[in-house]
C-alpha cells in the first residue's frame, strides 16, 4: 500500500495503522472477486457454453474431460454464489488479520 493510502484519513477513520490493512475491506474485495468469478462461470453455463468450455481445459491440459455440465438452477446457482462469496470474505478477512499480526509495530 502506498504511503498516501496508509497515512489517509480514511485509514486513521477506519481505526487503522500505518502498514496495517482493513480485514472487512480485503474480505470485500476477495469475496467479491471469487464470487464475480462464480457468477461469469453461471453466466457461461446458462448460455449453454459451459460444457465446451470444460473440455477446451481439459483438453489443453492433456487430460480427458471426465464430468458432464448439468442443465442451469437458479437456486445451485444463487447457493453457488453464496457460498463462495461468503468464503471469500472469510478467507480474505481471516488473511488481512493474519497479514496485521505478522506486521505489527
Do not use: C
Request: no cysteine; glycine share 16%.
Amino acid at each position: 500500500m502506498s504511503g498516501l493510502a496508509r497515512g489517509s484519513a480514511g485509514a486513521r477513520f477506519a481505526g487503522i495503522e500505518a502498514g496495517q490493512i482493513s480485514p472487512h475491506n480485503t474480505g470485500i474485495a476477495l469475496g467479491t472477486l471469487i464470487g464475480g468469478w462464480h457468477f461469469l462461470w453461471s453466466l457461461i453455463v446458462i448460455a449453454g457454453l459451459g460444457q465446451p468450455l470444460l473440455d477446451f481445459v481439459f483438453w489443453m491440459h492433456f487430460l480427458k474431460p471426465v464430468f458432464t455440465i448439468e442443465a442451469f438452477s437458479i437456486t445451485r446457482a444463487m447457493v453457488l454464489l453464496a457460498v463462495t462469496a461468503t468464503g471469500g470474505y472469510g478467507v480474505g478477512y481471516l488473511g488481512a488479520v493474519l497479514w496485521n499480526w505478522l506486521h505489527a509495530e
